[in-house]
C-alpha cells in the first residue's frame, strides 16, 4: 500500500502561482511513477502531468505544457506540480496518484491516490 498526502491547493486569482505537495509513504517511493490530475465540478478527471521513476522523464497535458511543472525528490518521498500563470480554468480538486508500472496518462493506469486539495483561480 501507498499512502498519499496532498497539499498546497488554496484560493488564487489569474496569474497567480502555486505549488503543490504529495508526499507518500508505505512502499518504496522510487518504485512508483506519479502522476496529477484534476477533476472540476461536473468533469470528468483528467490528466495533468506525470514523472518517472527518477524524474528524469515527464509529461504534460497540452492545456498546462509550458505553465506547469512536475518534479520529485525521492529522497524527500514527495512530488511536486508547481502551478504558473493559474487561469481561472485550472479550477479544480487536484489529486496526486502512484503507478506501479510505469508513468502513464490514464486514470486507469493508477493504483494508489490521494485525497485532493482544492484549487480555486479567480478571475
Known amino acids: 500500500q501507498v499512502q498519499l498526502v496532498e497539499s498546497g491547493g488554496g484560493l488564487v486569482q489569474a496569474g497567480d502561482s502555486l505549488r503543490l505537495s504529495c508526499a507518500a509513504s508505505?512502499?518504496?517511493?522510487?518504485?512508483?511513477?506519479m502522476g496529477w490530475f484534476r477533476q472540476a465540478p461536473g468533469k470528468e478527471r483528467e490528466f495533468v502531468a506525470a514523472i518517472s521513476y527518477s524524474g528524469g522523464s515527464t509529461d504534460y497535458t497540452s492545456s498546462v505544457q509550458g505553465r506547469f511543472t512536475i518534479s520529485r525528490v525521492n529522497a524527500k518521498n514527495t512530488v511536486y506540480l508547481l502551478m504558473n500563470d493559474l487561469k481561472p480554468e485550472d479550477t479544480a480538486v487536484y489529486y496526486c496518484?502512484?503507478?506501479?508500472?510505469?508513468?502513464?496518462?490514464?486514470?486507469?493506469?493508477?493504483?494508489?491516490w490521494g485525497q485532493g486539495t482544492q484549487v480555486t483561480v479567480s478571475s
Open positions: 508505505g512502499r518504496t517511493f522510487s518504485n512508483y511513477g
Open positions: 496518484a502512484a503507478d506501479r508500472t510505469g508513468w502513464g496518462m490514464h486514470h486507469n493506469d493508477y493504483d494508489y
